[in-house]
């Protein structure tokens, strides 16, 4: 009876796990008006479904992205490097600056995993191997087309709290940087954000080496930002945008 028990309740669990990654993504879709939710839906899964979860490229996700389309985003994309809480903290409050996750794109999916396999249609929400990319490939993809709607002012917060916070491993240096043209795009500006624990500013030398890798055209500028002016700019609407840093 035991065995019987916890065999069904392993079996009810899993159910409700591989359920719920569709119903979370579905009920998150609903609230973006105009998105025909199940075209959505399938066309995320083209991306993974039925393919070893090890070697899911890049474009396997060009479907789904095409499903979600993308209006420019002028003046107001906001990247994020090891600052995604303060940054989603800012953006959730305040309209003037969005976030990959702010976009239907990003939302529908951010903070699940999920995987597929081969020879199989289910979508894993748990158990996916180690070596499982299928995860990562979308946020290559759909990070290289967030880029490619920015125009105008683009910025990025970075933390002051790390020794180098424009690391050359990030999604953001390697995707979203180079994805950034003149003269779509004008001027770059870095938030540093600066917590207590602060331990460089806007002198330090990864910054130079963003500035030196931005396209040719991009002015460059950086700020460096308390978490405190940063926090009381989230929960103040009333200051404009402009004076917040
Ligand atoms: N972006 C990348 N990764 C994202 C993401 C996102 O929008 N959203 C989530 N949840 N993730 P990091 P980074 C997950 O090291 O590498 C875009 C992924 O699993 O702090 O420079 C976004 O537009 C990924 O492995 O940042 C942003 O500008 C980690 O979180 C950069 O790329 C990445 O966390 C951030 O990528």
């Known amino acids: 009876v035991v065995v019987v028990g916890l065999a069904l309740g392993l079996g009810l669990g899993l159910t409700l796990c591989r359920r719920s990654i569709k119903d979370t993504f579905l009920k998150r879709c609903q609230k973006f008006k105009d998105l025909n939710c199940q075209h959505v839906w399938d066309a995320f899964q083209r991306g993974y479904i039925n393919r070893d979860p090890c070697t899911v490229t890049t474009d396997a996700y060009d479907p789904f992205i095409k499903a979600v389309s993308f209006k420019p985003q002028c ?57 499982s990319n299928a995860k990562n490939a979308f946020w290559i993809r759909a990070s290289a087309a967030f880029a490619d709607t920015a125009c105008g002012n683009a910025s990025v917060m970075l933390s002051g709290s790390i020794q180098t916070p424009f690391n050359p491993n990030s999604t953001f240096a390697t995707v979203e940087v180079k994805g950034l043209r003149s003269p779509r795009v004008r001027r770059f500006n870095v938030v540093l954000v600066m917590e207590k624990k602060a331990v460089t500013n806007c002198t330090n030398r990864s910054l130079k080496n963003l500035q030196n890798v931005l396209d040719a055209g991009i002015g460059y500028g950086c700020k460096e930002v308390t978490r405190d002016q ?16």
């Open 230 to 245: 940063i926090d009381k700019c989230s929960s103040h609407p009333e200051i404009p945008c402009g004076a917040c840093w």
């Open 75 to 131: 003046n107001r994309v906001l990247f994020w490097s090891k600052t995604g809480e303060v940054a989603h903290s800012f953006t959730q409050k305040r309209d003037c600056l969005v976030t990959l996750e702010d976009t239907p794109l990003g939302a529908m999916v951010d903070g699940l995993t999920w995987c597929g396999k081969k020879g199989s249609n289910e979508t894993l929400s748990s158990g996916c191997p180690d070596c």
